[in-house]
């Protein structure tokens, strides 16, 4: 059994995507919020999930929050730490602590569009292709080996909201996908980049017409 430790910081559908999803060889062990009006923890609560708040407001150092942190997430002895809209950057030692079993989900196709605003940023760059990623976390940001991507249409019309939507869709297929492939033992890093052995998933989903679905 593997032990997941999911951090949130609002809405939580991704952690909802991955609770639901029930996988097999899988306990969620805790979700942690550093927000405490996050809406994700009452989802959690109600499926009997252990949830913590570490609130960043009650720190003055970001190497103060990060231990705080750390001990709430040590505390569940997590196999994985799943970032989902969890929206504090971390600190290096905090990555360090968790490497090789801490992943985010962000959502651009990286590595364009680190950071934030990515959907606005697509629209801004008349890309055709939009979509998310999961990937390890490392020391830069919205950098690391890379498990599984969905990619989208970007429509003529698409507005910020309409395009987030449709990616968003597509972010709740690929993180319970990429858990799976981890607790399955099937993802491992081998110089930067992550190898996937044995799946039968496509590393790569998505809803582009002309293209397969998958
Ligand atoms: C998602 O779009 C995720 O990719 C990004 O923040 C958003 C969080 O949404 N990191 P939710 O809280 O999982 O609903």
Not at 3 to 12: A, F, H, K, W
Not at 83 to 99: I, K, Q, S
Not at 102 to 118: A, D, E, K, Q, R
Request: proline content about 5%; some cysteine; aromatic content about 4%.
């Amino acid at each position: 059994m593997k032990n997941l430790v999911i951090l949130i910081s609002g809405r939580g559908s991704n952690m909802e995507a991955i609770v639901r999803a029930a996988i097999p060889g899988v306990r969620i062990a805790a979700v942690i919020s550093n927000r405490p009006a996050a809406a994700g923890l009452a989802f959690a609560a109600d499926h009997g999930i252990a949830t913590e708040v570490v609130d960043h407001t009650a720190h003055c150092s970001r190497e103060s929050f990060d231990a705080a942190l750390a001990s709430a997430v040590d505390a569940h002895a997590p196999d994985l730490v799943v970032l989902a809209g969890f929206m504090r950057v971390l600190g290096d030692g905090f990555v360090a602590r968790y490497e090789g079993r801490l992943i985010n989900i962000h959502p651009s196709l990286l590595p364009s569009f680190p950071g934030l605003h990515t959907h606005r940023r697509a629209l801004e760059a008349g890309v055709r292709v939009h979509g998310a990623t999961v990937h390890f976390v490392t020391a830069k940001l919205d950098c690391g080996p890379i498990v599984i991507q969905a990619v989208v249409p970007v429509a003529a019309d698409d507005d910020e909201a309409s395009l987030a939507e449709r990616v968003l869709r597509e972010e709740h297929r690929i993180y319970p996908q990429a858990v799976r492939w981890f607790a399955e033992g099937r993802a491992a890093i081998e110089d930067g980049k992550v190898r996937l052995s044995g799946v039968t998933v496509p590393a790569v989903l998505g809803c582009v017409p002309g293209l397969e679905e998958a």
